[in-house]
C-alpha cells in the first residue's frame, strides 16, 4: 500500500530552520504548557522526573523520532515544525552529511560522490555523525531526519547507538507531488537534478521502505497523509505528538 511507482531528483545546503507564524497548530498551547511554568520550578521538577529537559541536560535515554518519508516529502519542512512547537532536537542525517562535505575532509569527498548518485552513505559515517550530534545537542527529545534509509542503516543505528526508535513518522506522499516538490526547491543541492531525483525515489522504493514496514511490523509507525499544504499537514503531525507520552 506504501509502495508507489517513484520516478525521479535534489543536495541543498544547511537546513533552512525558518517557520511561519501560521505553522502553529491548535495542539501546540496545550503542549506549551509544561514548558510555561516558571523557570525555577522546572529546574526543580526536572530533579524529580526521570528526564531531564532538553536544555537541562540529559543523563537519561531520549525520546527518538525517526521521520521518513519519499525525497520531497516534506520531512524536512515538517521537522523544523515539529522542533519548534514540541521542543525537539531536529537532527537531519541528509544535513550532517552535507556539514561534512563542508568541512573539506576526506570522508566528505567519499559523501559527494554518493550523494550525486543517489547512493547510501556507509552506516558507521552516517550512525557515528547522528551519534555524536545526539550527544552534542543532549536533548531528551530527538526527531531523527531522513534516517534509516535501508536494513543495514537501521540494524547499525540499534547495534552502535543500542537503541530502538519510539515510533517512526512516515510521511506519505505520492511520486508525482514529491518530483513537483523537488523540482521547485532550488536550493542548489548537488542531487537537484532529474537522473538524481530518479535514482533517489529508486533506491527509497526498494531499500527505505521496507525499514518502515519492519517498524510497522513492530507497531512504531505513525503514517500521515503528506499532501496538502505544509501547515495542514502540520495539523495532522500535531494531533500525533500531542497524543505521545514524551
Ligand atoms: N506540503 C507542502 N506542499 C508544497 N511544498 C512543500 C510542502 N512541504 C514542503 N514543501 C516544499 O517541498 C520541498 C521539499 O520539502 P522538504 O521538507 O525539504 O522535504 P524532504 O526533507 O522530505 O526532502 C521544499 O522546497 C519545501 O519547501
Ligand atoms: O541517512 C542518510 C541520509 C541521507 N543520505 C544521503 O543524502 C542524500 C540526501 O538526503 P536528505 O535526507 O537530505 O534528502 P531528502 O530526502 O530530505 O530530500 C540521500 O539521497 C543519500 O544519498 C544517506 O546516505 N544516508
Ligand atoms: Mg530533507
Redesign the pocket.
Known sequence: MWRRRLGAF???SPPSSSSTAASSCQHRRHHLLPREEPPALNRLARLFTSQAGSDGGNSQKPFIAFVL?????G??TQCTKIALDFGFAHL???????HEIASGSEKGEL?VD??K?????PSEI?VEL?RKAMEASNANKVLI?????CEE?RIAFERIVGREPDIVVFFDCPEDEMVKR?LG?NQG?V?DNIE?IKK?LK??ESLNIPVIDYYSSRGKVRKINATGTADEIFEAVCKLFSSLRF
Open positions: 535534489l543536495l541543498r518519508g519519499g525525497p520531497g516529502s520531512k524536512g537531519s542525517a541528509g544535513d550532517l552529511l552535507r559523501i554518493i550523494i548518485e543517489g547512493r547510501i552513505v552516517t547522528i531526519d531522513g534516517f534509516p534509509r542503516n523537488l526547491r543541492r542531487d538524481t533517489r533506491v527509497f
